[in-house]
């Protein structure tokens, strides 16, 4: 188990650090990112079932400029690593599902709070290489880009490492606690979670193409889950 939880660390640094401070390849996506939890945790296709939904909720909220929207990675990771072990204990199934992606919600808010962190810190970083810079010391740049870097990545392992932890943590101690009656109260609202993520993509539109994208959308969840529910 423990190397499980290092390649986590290492997937998870460089999910955070194709975010905001280098590359920019989309692996930092939630259906990326849950998928590879749900892959090391041994279960890729839990991982990808909460990945789709996580990405079409999250999929008008992006970390461009200066703006910080909710960490949809750390969501994912933590909610692709706690599908993939509650489908090896107690199944997936729609209640339990449904309780993670609610869950992946005050995941996304914690890792938007570090990311403020990182953000100040990396700050402080910059201010001190114009400094270095003032005085002469030209290579100051390169180490100041270095040091930034490492922070990104460094923060980003930290926080895969929390994230998937307690991902194992609730499908190991806190799913089972629900009961069978509750899982299937929370599976009542599993059809609604999809419909959340279309809602914001269609009300952030922006074109005269928003209905288009809205029904396209609609069907790129229909067919995920299809696909990952019933043919996997």
Known sequence: MLWRFLLAGVLGGLCYLDRTAACQLMLHRPLVAATLMGAIFGNLAAGAQVGAVLELIFLVHLPVGASMPPD???AAIFAGSAAAVASSSIGLDGGSFTALILLSVLFAELGKAADRMV?????RIAHLTRESVDRGDLQAVEHGLLAGLTLFAASGAVLALLFSGAGMAVSKFLLPRFGPESR???S??????????????????RTERTAGIFFLTMAAAFGATVFFRWLV
């Open 72 to 74: 949809d990675t750390g």
């Open 119 to 123: 953000r100040k810190l990396n700050g």
């Open 184 to 186: 299937v109260d929370f």
């Open 188 to 205: 009542a609202l599993q059809p609604v979670l999809p419909l959340i993520g279309a809602a914001s993509v269609f009300a952030c539109g």
